[in-house]
């Protein structure tokens, strides 16, 4: 078989055309999701990914925690994956292990708990663990994958702590394997067009950005206002969608911060140990700024907005799984909604074939508990907080 390099460009982009064309027929999709393949011509894919596709061959993923992230959306995108597969599972409930093994066919020695976790470390099967623990349990779950000798994606927020972060960073630097954040947006047309226009001043620098993101909560999940598994509330859960939008379309870090507790409803009860929400401002050397907000006692808009002095460009809803809607004052975005976990996950396998480095780092989840803890410290004295000495990266458009 030819090696990527073999191939002319024309070669190579008809076999990407036939490869969408003849792989199309076997996803499920609907008028209101991007064509499943799509996302590989729009990607700067490396040699040993043709190679890859060309011999079916994908990285396998263990899934860690089988809560409703997992089931809802990362097991189904990877049903649409081409350079990674589900091959293990870790999980401490027996019945749910039962009933993946049946839905995914998935062989009993790929099958774990949380005790005998560390043995997949001698499972060939198993390339990338996948943490979708609580985010308290991030840290350990981390480390231990590192010992193992996987490639890791962790989900956001990265921890309750910079020190945690910074331990994770150090454990997966150890092992010589790849670490990244499941920032699923950044794959995202819609986010990356906020981004380009954004970052290249389309229509002027930016002045002003906005952005909310929450839900009336209903203790269907109640680790997210246990203070110890979650680290927060819904700043940590919700808020860091804005935090995340308003860097990548402004381009830039802020520079401080300055923050409000949103009136709880139920202190004794739902909130007590966590916050209800959070109205937070941060600012930019320029002299921009952006208002946020986040709750769990409100249904938000679920909104990115960004103004400039020759129009503005916006996303609403913005933060959800599909259905994100763009728009700027020269009219609709017109984009493909995609599938977003999948075009994640298979951007990090091409990372992993290609040995080059992921877009969302763990430096980038470093940065973000940064700043989501420079507004906790802001909403609690009142006064403004300082965020020049936060990791410093940035997702640029030209990044990759």
């Not at 139920?266 to 952006?290: C, H, I, R, S």
Request: glycine content about 10%.
């Amino acid at each position: 078989m030819k090696s990527y390099n073999q191939f002319s460009a024309a070669s190579r982009r008809e076999f990407m055309r036939t490869l969408s064309l003849g792989l199309g027929a076997t996803l499920v999709g609907t008028s209101t999701i991007g064509g499943p393949l799509s996302w590989l011509e729009e990607s700067s894919y490396g040699p040993a990914t043709l190679d890859a596709l060309q011999s079916r061959k994908q990285l396998g993923v263990a899934l860690v925690g089988l809560g409703k992230y997992s089931t809802g959306q990362l097991a189904p995108a990877l049903q649409q994956t081409r350079l990674c597969k589900l091959a293990g599972i870790v999980t401490g409930t027996t019945s749910k292990a039962a009933q993946w093994k049946k839905q995914y066919t998935i062989p009993d020695k790929n099958i774990y708990d949380y005790k005998t976790f560390d043995r997949i470390a001698d499972n060939p099967d198993i390339d990338i663990i996948y943490i979708v623990l609580p985010v308290g349990l991030h840290a350990e779950y981390v480390e231990r994958a590192a010992r193992a000798g996987k490639h890791v994606i962790c989900e956001k927020p990265m921890a309750p702590t910079a020190e945690e972060c910074r331990r994770m960073i150090a454990a997966m630097q150890k092992s010589g394997k790849k670490f990244s954040i499941g920032y699923r947006l950044h794959f995202e047309p819609h986010h990356q067009e906020m981004m380009r226009l954004g970052q290249q001043q389309a229509y002027g620098p930016i002045t002003k950005l906005t952005s909310d993101n929450g839900f009336r909560f209903g203790n269907d999940t109640p680790w997210r206002v246990d203070k110890e598994l979650a680290g927060g509330g819904p700043l940590m859960d919700m808020g860091i969608y804005c935090v995340q939008g308003v860097i990548y379309t402004k381009g830039q870090l802020p520079v401080s911060v300055t923050a409000k507790l949103a009136p709880n409803p139920d202190p004794k009860g739902l909130f007590k140990e966590v916050e209800a929400g959070v109205n937070w401002q941060m600012q930019f050397a320029d002299g921009a700024v952006a208002d946020c907000r986040t709750s769990y006692a409100e249904n938000m808009n679920s909104l990115l907005r960004a103004e400039s002095s020759r129009g503005f460009l916006e996303l609403q809803p913005a933060f959800g799984y599909g259905g994100i809607n763009g728009r700027t004052s020269k009219g609709p975005m017109n984009l493909p909604n995609v599938p977003q976990q999948a075009r994640q996950m298979d951007d990090f396998a091409d990372c992993i074939l290609n040995n080059k480095p992921t877009r969302v780092p763990g430096e980038m989840g470093l940065r973000d508990v940064q700043i989501l803890q420079a507004i906790y410290r802001a909403a609690e004295t009142g006064q403004k907080v300082s965020t020049k000495d936060i990791q410093q990266v940035l997702d640029k458009t030209n990044s990759r």
